[in-house]
C-alpha cells in the first residue's frame, strides 16, 4: 500500500521555528516532524511514501533522499498551498487503490495499523482514524456523524458540532476520492478540503468505516511541539 504524506505548508503559527524550513523538519523529540510521520507510516504498512512537498520542499528532499531506510519515496509538489484535498490530488499518478493517507504535521501515540486493518474487511472500501474532542474543539475541524457504525457525512469546522467525533488526518481511501477532490466546492479561501470529498464518498454510498484512537498532537504552534515531544519520549 502507497503512502500520501502531505508536507507542503509553511506552518506560519509555529514563528521561527519555520522562518527557513518547512514544517516537516521541525524538530520533535530530537527528531525531524516528518521522520515521526514515516515511521508511523511504514510501520502500518506503507511500502511506498509520496510526500507532498512546497514551501522550501527542496530541504525534505535533501534531509531523506529518495528513501526512508528501505522504503522508497517519491516527491510530488503542491506549487499554490489550496488545502489538503488538493494537496493529495497532487499524488493521484502514483497512487493505487486503496491508499494511506497522513498528514504530515501529525504526531500519534497509537499504531496506525488499525485503521489499515479496518479498510481490509470486507465490503469496506475505506477507513478513517478518529478521536473524541471537546465540543470547541470540534467546530474547527471536520466533524464525523456516524450511520450504523459507518461514516455517513464528515462537516467541516460547524459552528454548532452534531457530534465530537472529528478526523485525524489518517485516512485510508479508495482512487474514487479523486474524483470526489474534483467536485468538492473550494471555500472562501479557495480551499479544497479532503474531509469534505471523503464526505462526498460516504453519501454515494462507499463504505467507510473509523477506528478510535487515544492521543496525537497536530503540530501548529510551539507549544504543540512540546507537546508532541511528551506524547512520544
Do not use: W
Not at 516532524?33 to 511506498?48: I, K, Q, S, Y
Not at 493529495?88 to 499518478?93: D, F
Not at 495499523?113 to 478513517?128: I, N, Q, T
Not at 470529498?197 to 504552534?221: D, P, Q
Amino acid at each position: 500500500m502507497k503512502a500520501v504524506i502531505p508536507a507542503a505548508g509553511r506552518g506560519s503559527r509555529l514563528g521561527e521555528l519555520t522562518h527557513d524550513q518547512p514544517k516537516g523538519l521541525v524538530t520533535v523529540a530530537g527528531r525531524p516532524l516528518l521522520t515521526h510521520v514515516f515511521e508511523r507510516t511504514v510501520a502500518a504498512g506503507a511500502d511506498e511514501l509520496v510526500v507532498v512537498i512546497g514551501y522550501e520542499g527542496a530541504q525534505i528532499v535533501d534531509r531523506f533522499g529518495d528513501a526512508f531506510g528501505e522504503t522508497p519515496i517519491t516527491y510530488v509538489h503542491q506549487r499554490e498551498q489550496r488545502g489538503l484535498g488538493h494537496a493529495v490530488l497532487q499524488a493521484a499518478p502514483h497512487v493505487d487503490d486503496p491508499f494511506l493517507v497522513v498528514n504530515g504535521d501529525n504526531v500519534f501515540a497509537d499504531s496506525l495499523a488499525p485503521a489499515v486493518e479496518a479498510a481490509e474487511r470486507a465490503g469496506v472500501d475505506g477507513a478513517l482514524a478518529v478521536e473524541d474532542v471537546s465540543r470547541d474543539a470540534a467546530s474547527t475541524t471536520g466533524v464525523i456523524e456516524l450511520e450504523a457504525g459507518e461514516v455517513a457525512r464528515i462537516v467541516e469546522k460547524p459552528t454548532d458540532p452534531s457530534s465530537t467525533l472529528v478526523t485525524t488526518g489518517c485516512y485510508v481511501l479508495p482512487e474514487a476520492v479523486f474524483n470526489a477532490c474534483e467536485l468538492v466546492r473550494p471555500s472562501a479561501e479557495g480551499e479544497i478540503q479532503l474531509s469534505e470529498a471523503v464526505g462526498l464518498l460516504a453519501r454515494a454510498g462507499y463504505s467507510l468505516a473509523t477506528v478510535r484512537l487515544s492521543e496525537r498532537v497536530n503540530v501548529n504552534r510551539p507549544a504543540d511541539v512540546e507537546r508532541a515531544t511528551a506524547l512520544i519520549e
